[in-house]
């Protein structure tokens, strides 16, 4: 689209208040320039001193995503790959804990001939090539950077230093920060208070940035009186204070800031053409189904962080992918595994319509997963086992139609007599935690005529991965003689990918993570056929309920 000869940055910053959805902004302004037939894609600058989020408990971060090169990173990854319908990479998640083991290494090894190391200039000098990796190694135009945290907060003054180096280094008509920021409403007065956006603008100006965008957060419209307000006193254009309201779906969001001409108003002030009008067919298809549902089900999602839903926000965004295609409204049951029994089971999932075990680590809650396991294969409820969801499946086999009593994952008991999942070889040295799972892409070779060869359509797949046991190939012929049969391996190591049990309507087991792949422009097919397959059921068990009552 444009004749520069290296790409234009975005900065998006935050005040007031954590979790305003910079994110969703960022993947949202993505999105629309893309549209446009720009070249885009958005990294994410992490304030914690943690080197990624592989060794976070999900009630602290949430969900951690994983590229396609094995990357553990933020999972505001997920949203700009499920809104830019592109993969990220290593390079598109940084953290103070990368950018100071960088700098100590570089210390050690001398690298900076005896100077003393400070934050100004090394700490900055390596956030900067942190964010100009993507504009040399990719053929962008635009680069947004999203940084996390708020403005004020001591962990980011370096990333809020690097951006104001950076934007006198590249010109300033070569980038913009756009400030995400919270306009409360106090019910009290009955009004918006812009207060405290005037404080944050302003820090950041004392800062040496000046914002070239203002968006606004809150659960009201904002007068015109208010952002006139708020342009005076931060030193903006009207027009260049834009309104995110609350809104009922996060897909909805691109649209409303198109309304504003937001992209066009950043295109403008970047020096870029707005002659192509951005292409929004597919995206407005995709929202006029998922409004409009013509049926309806419910998928139960077992698992051991359900009270904070963001830890599984792609197996959730992957239904929703799914469910809009395909016209129908999932409605996700969260069921806490710790409290499920053999005998109140029944009261959990007799009225559901699909199961999903999902992933997880630690042998907490991993009783209540083998139960909700066997209550799906015994009812032929649709079942979805996803990484250890899958493991969980083995062992629920193993125990109850092999008739190991004792059979466990080596994760959960090192002294079982039966381990039906156990530890990868070369993971039997591993002492460090972090970054030493089987991660990012691996090769599955899928077996001819299979259920999952039809659902994809093809026999060689490629998925992201993130785990360390494996399904102990010790055991595979007495599983496929008895009905669990192993459908897909991996083609260099003959590790089993994904298992299927027979005489079932729909259940399948992957050892790796299908909904990191899930997005708007391309629902995952195994999330597709586990919607297809839950509808089936609610169909059949209404036919046998009408049976029952003549």
Same mark, same amino acid.
């Given at each position: 689209?444009?004749?520069?000869?290296?790409?234009?940055?975005?900065?998006? $910053?935050?005040?007031?208040?954590?979790?305003?959805?910079?994110?969703?902004?960022?993947?949202?302004?993505?999105?629309?320039?893309?549209?446009?037939?720009?070249?885009?894609?958005?990294?994410?600058?992490?304030?914690?001193?943690?080197?990624?989020?592989?060794? *976070?408990?999900?009630?602290?971060?949430?969900?951690?995503?994983?590229?396609?090169?094995?990357?553990?990173?933020?999972?505001?990854?997920?949203?700009?790959?499920?809104?830019?319908?592109?993969?990220?990479?290593?390079? #598109?998640?940084?953290?103070?804990?990368?950018?100071?083991?960088?700098?100590?290494?570089?210390?050690?090894?001398?690298?900076?001939?005896?100077?003393?190391?400070?934050?100004?200039?090394?700490?900055?000098?390596?956030?900067?090539?942190?964010?100009?990796?993507?504009?040399?190694?990719?053929?962008?135009?635009?680069?947004?950077?999203?940084?996390?945290?708020?403005?004020?907060?001591?962990?980011?003054?370096?990333?809020?230093?690097?951006?104001?180096?950076?934007?006198?280094?590249?010109?300033?008509?070569?980038?913009?920060?756009?400030?995400? $920021? *919270?306009?409360?409403?106090?019910?009290?007065?009955?009004?918006?208070?812009?207060?405290?956006?005037?404080?944050?603008?302003?820090?950041?100006?004392?800062?040496?940035?000046?914002?070239?965008?203002?968006?606004?957060?809150?659960?009201?419209?904002?007068?015109?009186?208010?952002?006139?307000?708020?342009?005076?006193?931060?030193?903006?254009?009207?027009?260049?204070?834009?309104?995110?309201?609350?809104?009922?779906?996060?897909?909805?969001?691109?649209?409303?800031?198109?309304?504003?001409?937001?992209?066009?108003?950043?295109?403008?002030?970047?020096?870029?053409? $707005?002659?192509?009008?951005?292409?929004?067919?597919?995206?407005?298809?995709?929202?006029?189904?998922?409004?409009?549902?013509?049926?309806?089900?419910?998928?139960?999602?077992?698992?051991?962080?359900?009270?904070?839903?963001?830890?599984?926000?792609?197996?959730?965004?992957?239904?929703?992918?799914?469910?809009?295609?395909?016209?129908?409204?999932?409605?996700?049951?969260?069921?806490?595994?710790?409290?499920?029994?053999?005998?109140?089971?029944?009261?959990?999932?007799?009225?559901?319509?699909?199961?999903?075990?999902?992933?997880?680590?630690?042998?907490?809650?991993?009783?209540?997963?083998?139960?909700?396991?066997?209550?799906?294969?015994? #009812?032929?409820?649709?079942?979805?086992?996803?990484?250890?969801?899958?493991?969980?499946?083995?062992?629920?086999?193993?125990?109850?139609?092999?008739?190991?009593?004792?059979?466990?994952?080596?994760?959960?008991?090192?002294? $079982?007599?039966?381990?039906?999942?156990? *530890?990868?070889?070369?993971?039997?040295?591993?002492?460090?935690?972090?970054?030493?799972?089987?991660?990012?892409?691996?090769?599955?070779?899928?077996?001819?005529?299979?259920?999952?060869?039809?659902?994809?359509?093809?026999?060689?797949?490629?998925?992201?991965?993130?785990?360390?046991?494996?399904?102990?190939?010790?055991?595979?012929?007495?599983?496929?003689? #008895?009905?669990?049969?192993?459908?897909?391996?991996?083609?260099?190591?003959?590790?089993?990918?994904?298992?299927?049990?027979?005489?079932?309507?729909?259940?399948?087991?992957?050892?790796?993570?299908?909904?990191?792949?899930?997005?708007?422009?391309?629902?995952?097919?195994?999330?597709?056929?586990?919607?297809?397959?839950?509808?089936?059921?609610?169909?059949?068990?209404?036919?046998?309920?009408?049976?029952?009552?003549?």
């Amino acid at each position: 689209m444009s004749d520069q000869s290296s790409p234009k940055y975005i900065f998006v $910053t935050g005040g007031v208040t954590s979790s305003l959805g910079k994110g969703i902004v960022a993947a949202s302004l993505g999105m629309l320039l893309k549209a446009r037939g720009y070249k885009v894609t958005i990294q994410k600058l992490d304030p914690y001193i943690n080197i990624d989020p592989g060794t *976070l408990n999900p009630y602290e971060h949430g969900e951690c995503y994983v590229t396609e090169d094995g990357a553990e990173t933020d999972l505001d990854l997920g949203h700009y790959e499920r809104f830019l319908n592109s993969p990220t990479s290593k390079d #598109n998640n940084v953290t103070t804990g990368k950018i100071y083991q960088t700098v100590i290494d570089k210390e050690r090894r001398g690298d900076f001939l005896g100077k003393t190391v400070q934050v100004i200039p090394h700490i900055t000098n390596e956030i900067k090539r942190r964010i100009k990796i993507l504009g040399k190694k990719g053929d962008f135009d635009i680069i947004i950077t999203e940084i996390g945290g708020t403005v004020g907060d001591i962990e980011s003054l370096p990333y809020v230093e690097s951006v104001r180096q950076l934007r006198w280094e590249l010109g300033y008509q070569n980038s913009i920060v756009v400030h995400l $920021t *919270l306009i409360p409403y106090l019910a009290a007065s009955g009004e918006l208070k812009t207060k405290p956006s005037q404080h944050s603008v302003r820090q950041l100006m004392e800062y040496g940035v000046q914002t070239n965008f203002l968006v606004c957060r809150t659960e009201c419209s904002i007068s015109k009186e208010v952002r006139s307000k708020l342009a005076l006193f931060c030193n903006l254009n009207i027009d260049n204070v834009i309104e995110s309201k609350d809104l009922p779906t996060i897909y909805e969001v691109p649209l409303y800031l198109q309304n504003q001409n937001f992209d066009a108003l950043v295109l403008k002030e970047l020096g870029l053409s $707005t002659d192509k009008k951005p292409d929004l067919k597919q995206w407005n298809d995709f929202l006029e189904k998922y409004k409009n549902p013509k049926n309806n089900v419910e998928i139960a999602l077992v698992g051991k962080y359900v009270s904070l839903q963001d830890s599984y926000k792609s197996i959730v965004e992957a239904l929703i992918h799914a469910g809009a295609t395909l016209e129908t409204k999932v409605n996700i049951k969260w069921i806490y595994s710790g409290d499920l029994t053999y005998e109140n089971i029944s009261d959990y999932l007799k009225d559901v319509d699909g199961v999903i075990i999902a992933p997880g680590f630690g042998d907490r809650a991993i009783e209540g997963k083998i139960v909700a396991c066997q209550y799906a294969r015994v #009812n032929k409820i649709p079942i979805f086992g996803i990484c250890l969801g899958m493991q969980i499946a083995v062992i629920e086999f193993a125990r109850n139609v092999l008739g190991y009593k004792d059979a466990d994952s080596v994760e959960f008991n090192l002294q $079982t007599s039966a381990p039906v999942i156990c *530890l990868m070889e070369e993971q039997k040295n591993v002492s460090n935690k972090g970054g030493t799972m089987r991660l990012g892409a691996w090769a599955c070779k899928l077996k001819k005529g299979s259920i999952v060869e039809k659902i994809y359509n093809s026999q060689n797949i490629e998925e992201r991965h993130r785990h360390r046991y494996e399904l102990n190939n010790e055991y595979i012929n007495e599983f496929e003689n #008895n009905g669990l049969e192993a459908i897909g391996t991996n083609p260099d190591t003959g590790l089993v990918e994904v298992i299927q049990v027979k005489n079932h309507p729909f259940f399948i087991g992957v050892q790796y993570h299908p909904e990191y792949k899930s997005t708007v422009a391309s629902p995952h097919p195994l999330f597709m056929a586990l919607v297809k397959a839950s509808q089936n059921y609610q169909i059949n068990k209404v036919k046998n309920a009408t049976r029952k009552q003549i």
